[in-house]
């Protein structure tokens, strides 16, 4: 863990401010908020490498490849493209999103276990569980909000307030802000994305 230095909370600002202009551009449909998302989670990326926390970095690295989908697949087919619904069919996604959870915990526990250090055996820690959980659903709501799935928002409420929380007990403060900035978007892009369905 690296210690305390006036540019990891700079950098974790910059990642925060963009983050929020990604999602306020995308709850509006603009094609270029994937842009500011590609950016935030650059920043984030290097933020979590400087913490040490490689679950959150590789779910950064994951958001930027997907913020470059995003931004190819809403730029070139964004008219085409309306908002629609799953339904009930959202429960599937989530039901393989929770196996898909453990899978990757398990990946990253044989890692910790296997190449780190043979001799030991680590239990599993329920913020490991959390990570890999966060992790898989995050890229989840990431991957539906590609597609313009109306339910991808509401996967964002659950994933924003569990940020919130778990962002505020690790005292990464403007992170926290950002996730709970984050779940007030969340609900104005659903009401938008909801008109825009029933329009």
Known sequence: MVGFDFLTPIIEFIAALLGFIYVLFIAKEKSSGWIFGIFS????????YRNGTWGLFSQQISYI??????LITWS???KEMPVH??????????????????????????????????????????????????FVFSLLATWLTTRK???NWYIWI??????TIWFALEHWWYSSFLYFGYLILAFNG??????????
């Open 41 to 48: 989670a650059t920043f984030y990326a290097f933020f979590f």
């Open 158 to 163: 659950a994933i924003n307030i569990t940020g």
């Open 190 to 199: 659903l009401r938008k994305w909801k008109k825009a369905l029933s329009a």
């Open 85 to 134: 619904a799953l339904g009930k069919a959202i429960w599937k996604w989530v039901f393989l999103s929770i196996i898909a959870g453990f899978v990757f915990l398990e990946f990253v526990m044989y890692l910790k276990i296997k190449v780190l250090d043979p001799t030991i055996w680590i239990p599993y820690a329920k913020v490991e569980i959390l990570d890999a959980q966060f």
């Open 149 to 151: 799935v109306l339910e």
């Open 76 to 78: 070139k087919t964004q």
């Open 65 to 70: 490849i997907l913020g470059f989908y995003g």
